[in-house]
């Protein structure tokens, strides 16, 4: 399986996530399955390894810096077409925390995660402990999958389009906030995963537990 992984970079880089160092960490996980991994920067250049990839792994995030310069104009709008033709033969994608919140300039990307990050409604509580809940026990991801305790960010008021399984949740302000889903959809799956601010979240046996699981039912291993 060849996994590639674009890291947050440029007008998809921010100033709250190391994207290099979670993504050399999620490398690991993919690489422990045997996966031929990836991590490139996101950047035009760097989207040329996902036409022929088995499986797209984003984790970036929204840009600030509009002065920052990744190229022409045209250069992206090729990348773009790269990820519509992995999306197109069936490609699986792997959206990871705040890609819920990037890929401007991509309309379609948000549907084909099955969600997104509402701005000026969605936000998350300090970083720290919290309980991440089994929503679905059914799912193939989640099945005989536990709740468990992580240190991350806990993304709240997330929007999960209708069509998306929700499988892992967590309580805030009374409320159930969706953190994980499972999307299939025009023959293509895709999961979004809210957890793994930084790398001390990849230390937890549970939070590389899930990954394993997210892949294997993404690429039906």
């Known amino acids: 399986m060849k996994a590639t992984i674009l890291a947050g970079s440029g007008r998809y880089q921010d100033r709250w996530h190391d994207f290099t160092?979670?993504?050399v960490e999620v490398g690991n996980a993919l690489a422990s399955l045997g996966a031929d991994v990836r991590v490139r920067a996101f950047k035009p250049g760097g989207v040329q390894d996902v036409d022929d990839a088995d499986l797209l792994v984003v984790n970036s995030g929204v840009g600030e810096y509009t002065a920052v310069s990744d190229g022409p104009e045209e250069d992206w709008t090729e990348a773009f077409d790269t990820l519509r033709r992995f999306r197109a033969r069936g490609g699986p994608i792997l959206a990871l925390h705040a890609?819920?919140?990037t890929l401007d300039g991509l309309d379609e990307w948000r549907e084909w995660i099955g969600g997104?990050?509402?701005r000026g409604t969605s936000m998350?509580?300090?970083?720290g402990d919290s309980l991440v809940e089994v929503t679905d026990v059914d799912h193939e991801i989640t099945r005989g999958f536990a709740d468990f305790t992580l240190y991350d960010e806990m993304y709240s008021y997330l929007e999960a389009?209708?069509?998306?399984e929700v499988l892992l949740s967590h309580a805030y302000n009374d409320l159930v906030h969706p953190l994980v889903w499972a999307v299939e959809r025009d023959g293509a799956r895709s999961v979004y995963d809210a957890l793994g601010h930084g790398v001390r979240a990849y230390e937890a046996p549970e939070r590389i537990d899930l990954l394993r699981r997210e892949v294997d039912w993404l690429v039906a291993r």
């Not at 998350?124 to 970083?127: F, S, T, V, Y």
């Not at 389009?161 to 998306?164: D, E, H, L, T, V």
């Open 116 to 118: 997104r990050w509402v």
């Open 161 to 164: 389009y209708p069509g998306s």
């Open 21 to 23: 160092a979670t993504a």
């Open 99 to 101: 890609a819920s919140n």
């Open 124 to 127: 998350h509580p300090p970083i």
